[in-house]
Protein backbone atom coordinates (compact mmCIF):
# COMPACT_ATOMS: atom_id res chain seq x y z
CA UNK A 1 0.00 0.00 0.00
CA UNK A 2 1.24 3.03 -0.88
CA UNK A 3 -0.16 6.70 -0.10
CA UNK A 4 1.55 9.74 -2.46
CA UNK A 5 0.46 13.37 -1.10
CA UNK A 6 0.64 16.24 -3.43
CA UNK A 7 -0.01 19.56 -3.91
CA UNK A 8 2.20 21.20 -1.08
CA UNK A 9 4.17 24.55 -2.10
CA UNK A 10 4.85 28.34 -0.91
CA UNK A 11 1.45 30.36 -0.14
CA UNK A 12 1.26 33.96 1.10
CA UNK A 13 -0.39 34.13 4.24
CA UNK A 14 -4.30 34.41 3.59
CA UNK A 15 -3.76 32.12 0.30
CA UNK A 16 -5.68 28.76 -0.22
CA UNK A 17 -3.41 25.15 -1.57
CA UNK A 18 -5.41 22.35 -2.07
CA UNK A 19 -3.58 19.29 -1.36
CA UNK A 20 -4.21 15.71 -2.74
CA UNK A 21 -3.55 11.50 -1.61
CA UNK A 22 -3.35 8.85 -3.94
CA UNK A 23 -4.04 5.91 -2.60
CA UNK A 24 -2.47 2.92 -4.44
CA UNK A 25 -2.07 -1.26 -3.80
CA UNK A 26 -5.39 -0.73 -1.84
CA UNK A 27 -8.81 0.31 -2.07
CA UNK A 28 -9.76 1.98 0.89
CA UNK A 29 -13.59 2.83 -0.22
CA UNK A 30 -15.20 4.71 2.70
CA UNK A 31 -13.00 3.72 5.24
CA UNK A 32 -11.44 6.28 7.25
CA UNK A 33 -8.58 8.66 5.98
CA UNK A 34 -7.11 11.75 7.44
CA UNK A 35 -4.67 14.24 7.52
CA UNK A 36 -2.05 14.79 9.95
CA UNK A 37 0.97 17.82 9.98
CA UNK A 38 3.73 17.55 11.64
CA UNK A 39 4.92 21.60 11.92
CA UNK A 40 8.51 22.30 12.32
CA UNK A 41 9.81 21.31 16.06
CA UNK A 42 6.44 19.73 16.92
CA UNK A 43 5.12 16.82 16.85
CA UNK A 44 2.39 15.43 14.09
CA UNK A 45 -0.81 16.25 14.79
CA UNK A 46 -4.36 15.89 13.70
CA UNK A 47 -5.85 18.09 11.06
CA UNK A 48 -8.76 16.62 9.09
CA UNK A 49 -10.77 13.08 8.64
CA UNK A 50 -13.63 11.81 6.48
CA UNK A 51 -14.51 9.29 8.71
CA UNK A 52 -16.25 5.63 7.55
CA UNK A 53 -19.98 7.00 8.19
CA UNK A 54 -19.32 9.89 5.71
CA UNK A 55 -18.93 12.97 8.79
CA UNK A 56 -16.31 15.11 8.60
CA UNK A 57 -13.89 15.85 11.97
CA UNK A 58 -11.60 18.79 12.31
CA UNK A 59 -8.88 20.00 15.08
CA UNK A 60 -10.02 23.19 16.06
CA UNK A 61 -7.57 24.89 14.37
CA UNK A 62 -8.44 23.45 10.77
CA UNK A 63 -12.11 24.26 11.79
CA UNK A 64 -13.94 26.52 9.60
CA UNK A 65 -10.72 27.34 6.97
CA UNK A 66 -9.63 23.66 5.56
CA UNK A 67 -12.28 21.32 3.76
CA UNK A 68 -11.43 17.57 3.68
CA UNK A 69 -13.15 15.63 1.21
CA UNK A 70 -13.14 12.18 -0.84
CA UNK A 71 -13.10 10.68 -4.28
CA UNK A 72 -13.81 6.73 -3.38
CA UNK A 73 -13.99 5.93 -7.06
CA UNK A 74 -10.21 7.26 -7.94
CA UNK A 75 -9.10 6.37 -4.22
CA UNK A 76 -8.22 9.67 -3.50
CA UNK A 77 -8.52 12.01 -0.39
CA UNK A 78 -8.24 15.75 -0.70
CA UNK A 79 -7.69 18.81 1.55
CA UNK A 80 -8.74 22.27 0.80
CA UNK A 81 -7.22 24.81 2.50
CA UNK A 82 -8.38 28.68 2.63
CA UNK A 83 -7.14 31.81 4.92
CA UNK A 84 -3.59 29.77 5.21
CA UNK A 85 -1.49 31.98 7.96
CA UNK A 86 2.35 31.34 8.71
CA UNK A 87 1.50 28.89 11.49
CA UNK A 88 0.08 26.65 8.85
CA UNK A 89 3.40 25.95 8.16
CA UNK A 90 4.29 22.17 7.81
CA UNK A 91 4.55 18.49 6.43
CA UNK A 92 1.05 17.49 5.91
CA UNK A 93 0.66 13.87 6.11
CA UNK A 94 -2.31 11.55 4.87
CA UNK A 95 -3.02 8.49 6.49
CA UNK A 96 -5.23 5.53 6.41
CA UNK A 97 -5.98 1.95 7.75
CA UNK A 98 -7.18 3.09 11.02
CA UNK A 99 -7.00 0.00 12.92
CA UNK A 100 -9.21 1.63 15.70
CA UNK A 101 -8.50 4.02 18.71
CA UNK A 102 -8.56 7.77 18.69
CA UNK A 103 -9.38 9.12 15.69
CA UNK A 104 -6.85 11.98 16.27
CA UNK A 105 -3.89 9.96 17.62
CA UNK A 106 -1.10 9.36 14.87
CA UNK A 107 -1.14 5.64 16.34
CA UNK A 108 -4.72 4.96 15.44
CA UNK A 109 -3.18 4.60 11.28
CA UNK A 110 -1.44 1.87 9.43
CA UNK A 111 -0.41 3.47 6.51
CA UNK A 112 1.16 7.16 5.92
CA UNK A 113 2.16 9.09 2.73
CA UNK A 114 5.60 10.32 2.75
CA UNK A 115 4.30 14.22 3.49
CA UNK A 116 4.08 17.35 1.30
CA UNK A 117 5.47 20.62 2.54
CA UNK A 118 3.14 23.20 2.82
CA UNK A 119 4.76 26.96 3.18
CA UNK A 120 2.95 29.79 4.20
CA UNK A 121 4.77 33.65 4.21
CA UNK A 122 3.58 36.52 5.88
Known amino acids: VQLQASGGGLVQAGGSLKLSCAAS????????MAWFRQRPGKEREFVAAKKDDSTREYSDDAKGRFFVSRDTAKNLLYLEMNSLRPEDTAVYYCAAGRRGGNIHASAAYVFWGQGTLVTVSS
Open 25 to 32: GRTFRDAT
